[in-house]
């Protein structure tokens, strides 16, 4: 499954596993990129120093590449910054800004660079600013997320830019693989499959949400704040969607998610904790190792490919 992807990060498969916060930490990432794929330790809020024990850490488990998701919102932002220099770390994906300050630096020390987008507009502003690749992630996906569908963006996103896109949200089997080659994507990034992996160290109570999930169990706050936040129902966001409907101050909305990822990652809290997840969450069943995660996908989005291409009549 070779892609401009897979050659541009040195990996197997064109798998990416997406750096959420609070999930992706050095023993996730590790193990993705040791099945094959490439996985993101997700520096969110932390501090530098933080993020850079959890590479070490990662670095322990495997010499396969692995990457760093860095929030550009972070008040820790230009630390992390430099630390993924300093720690020659092989590609780093962003979110929530731009990342244009830092690029020359990162290009400079090797790291390949692949911005989060939700818009062609911005895809083409990263390319000129001289992204690797982008993540096009549509609006299927877990957490903060746009407005377009991914479906509706991949194959936008494709015929504006020239540089590799990788497609996100709403991914979580080989046939969503396939059907992102189709629209043009060289590789994919999933993150609500790799929450349930067997090296995953969120709570039990968490990945148990996520593999009991349905499929309209995802809800969307935060539209009415411009920070729309897509999780699982619960009573958190029961509240939180009263509370908009009444026009509630923006601060007091705010409240009622401070720490709540925290709340459901650690201390297994799914009632009042946001249990962030994508659309796809209704189809993630098992809990398996990121090896048997990989090795799932690949086989069956070979034999999907094959077998569609074979049935095709013209």
Request: with cysteine.
């Amino acid at each position: 499954m070779e892609t401009r992807v897979t050659k541009l990060l040195g990996i197997e498969y064109p798998i990416i596993q997406g750096g959420m916060a609070w999930v992706a930490n050095a023993n996730l990432a590790a193990n993705v990129s040791k099945a094959g794929g490439i996985g993101f330790i997700g520096a969110a809020n932390a501090p530098a120093e933080w993020v850079r024990d959890e590479i070490r850490k990662a670095r322990q488990i495997t010499d396969k590449p692995v990457g760093v998701n860095i929030m550009l919102l972070s008040e820790h932002a230009d630390e992390v910054a430099q630390v993924v220099i300093d720690e020659h770390v092989e590609a780093v994906t962003t979110g929530a800004g731009n990342p244009g300050k830092y690029m020359k630096a990162w290009k400079e020390a090797g790291i390949k660079v692949m911005p989060v987008v939700a818009s062609v507009a911005l895809a083409k502003l990263m390319e000129r600013a001289g992204a690797d690749a982008v993540v096009a992630e549509g609006m299927e996906s877990g957490g903060h997320i746009g407005e377009q569908t991914t479906m509706t963006l991949v194959p936008q996103v494709v015929d504006a830019v020239n540089i590799p896109v990788i497609a996100a949200g709403g991914i979580g089997d080989g046939r969503g693989v396939a059907a992102a080659f189709m629209l043009g994507a060289e590789a994919v990034q999933m993150g609500t499959r790799f929450v349930v992996a067997k090296e995953s160290t969120v709570h039990q109570l968490y990945k148990d949400r996520v593999i009991q999930a349905k499929d309209i169990d995802s809800v969307v706050t935060g539209r009415s704040t411009g920070h729309p936040v897509r999780s699982l129902r619960n009573q958190m966001t029961r509240e939180y969607l009263e509370l908009e409907k009444k026009n509630t101050p923006f601060e007091e909305l705010e409240h009622l998610t401070l720490g709540a990822l925290r709340k459901a990652v650690v201390e297994g809290d799914v009632k009042m904790g946001t249990v962030m997840a994508g659309q796809i969450a209704g189809l993630v069943s098992k809990e398996q190792t990121c090896q048997e995660i990989i090795n799932e996908l690949v086989s069956e989005t070979e034999a999907i490919l094959k077998d569609r291409v074979s049935k095709l009549t013209f």
